[in-house]
């Protein structure tokens, strides 16, 4: 079955740029999105497509994709965005698949 | 506005099921697949299966074949999850969400399993 991994953990101080990564087997193939979760919170799609945002979601956010590596890319972060993050791929196989979440913490 | 309004928590016995349901509103229920997912206490998200709302084929993730079925009211723009056999490891929080990129969700639904 097809894996994502994401780093369990990523530090940013505010104002800073946060990057988090999703790795897969020629994942830069698939179409990737991302959700934001806040404890006991829905996911919130953040970046769906590699790289487009859905309405209402800060232009700070952004994403891209390619070869094994996809990355979601959290500009001047603030102490709101903290929170956990999940790749999402849909695979050829027909299954979707997460990965295992990315927890950031603004320092 | 797009809601999906799930049903409330549920409590179970092992080898009991259980079955979510998943009322969407603000547009057309025909239009959207609806996607399951559930994350249980601390663990990453796990996709379980979806249907097509409106043709009514499902896919199951191979982890739950043969024990969750998904199915849907079209009268009613509600969708539904039925899980078969549960054990303690299935006590988690079931959300259902908007096919094809999930950009609505459900509040979720917790479901505890213990004897």
């Known amino acids: 079955s097809y894996v994502l991994t994401q780093p369990p953990s990523v530090s940013v101080a505010p104002g800073k740029t946060a990057r988090i990564t999703c790795g897969g087997n020629s994942i830069g193939s698939e179409s990737v999105h991302w959700y934001q979760q806040k404890p006991g919170q829905a996911p919130v799609l953040v970046i769906y497509?590699?790289?487009d945002r859905p309405s209402g979601i800060p232009e700070r956010f952004s994403g891209s994709n390619s070869g094994n590596t996809a990355t979601l890319t959290i500009s001047r972060v603030e102490a709101g965005d903290e929170a956990g993050y999940y790749c999402?791929?849909?695979?050829?196989?027909?299954?979707?698949?997460f990965g295992g979440g990315t927890k950031l913490t603004v320092l | 506005q797009v809601q999906l309004v799930q049903s409330g928590a549920a409590v179970k016995k092992p080898g009991a099921s259980v079955k979510v349901s998943c009322k969407v509103s603000g547009y057309t229920f025909s239009i959207y697949a609806i996607h399951w997912v559930r994350q249980a206490p601390g663990q990453r998200l796990e996709w379980m299966g979806w249907i097509n709302t409106d043709n009514d084929h499902t896919k199951y993730s191979q982890k739950f074949q043969g024990r969750v079925t998904i199915t849907r009211d079209t009268s009613a723009s509600t969708a539904y999850m039925e899980l078969s056999s549960l054990r303690s490891e299935d006590t988690a929080v079931y959300y259902c969400?908007?096919?094809?990129?999930?950009?609505?969700w459900g509040q979720g639904t917790l479901v505890t399993v213990s004897s």
């Open positions: 969400a908007r096919g094809p990129s999930f950009d609505s």
């Open positions: 999402q791929v849909w695979h050829s196989s027909g299954d979707h698949v």
């Open positions: 497509y590699d790289s």
